[in-house]
């Protein structure tokens, strides 16, 4: 008798410790800042709709946009050329209207906060 109290015992320290375990481990996880926007969700998509054709790989014959190491490599140029008016030299996306301020300051989060 004396035996199943003490396992029992055991079985609910066990118990006890794992939640504990369980919940710091989800505060830890937790700790680092989500970042605003992600390459999937965000940018890539942005890329595909507004430098469509000429940028998206098997449509148009200019650098790759949809692909993630070109824009990471290139992003200073991007920023600098979308933030271009239409008509100045180098602006993007060449013959097509602005991007919005909401879209321009979405790349410039992405990049600041370490394109992710
Ligand atoms: C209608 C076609 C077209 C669209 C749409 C377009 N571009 Fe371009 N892009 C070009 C052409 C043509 C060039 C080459 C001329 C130049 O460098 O100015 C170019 C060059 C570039 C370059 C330099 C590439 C290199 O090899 O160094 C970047 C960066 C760029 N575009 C970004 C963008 C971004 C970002 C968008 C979407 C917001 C976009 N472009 C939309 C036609 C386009």
Not at 47 to 61: A, D, F, I
């Amino acid at each position: 008798m004396k035996r199943v109290f003490v396992s029992a015992g055991i079985v609910s320290l066990v118990a006890f410790f794992s939640y504990c375990n369980s919940t710091k481990k989800a505060t830890v996880e937790k700790q680092p800042k989500k970042a605003s926007f992600n390459w999937t969700a965000n940018i890539k998509p942005l890329m595909v709709e507004k430098c469509s054709p000429c940028h998206v790989e098997g449509k148009g014959n200019k650098l790759p946009l949809d692909n993630m190491d070109n824009v990471k490599t290139h992003v200073d140029d991007i920023i600098r050329r979308i933030e271009m008016h239409p008509g100045d030299r180098g602006y993007m996306p060449f013959k097509n209207p602005r991007l919005s301020d909401t879209a321009i300051n979405m790349i410039k989060t992405w990049k600041a906060e370490g394109l992710l």
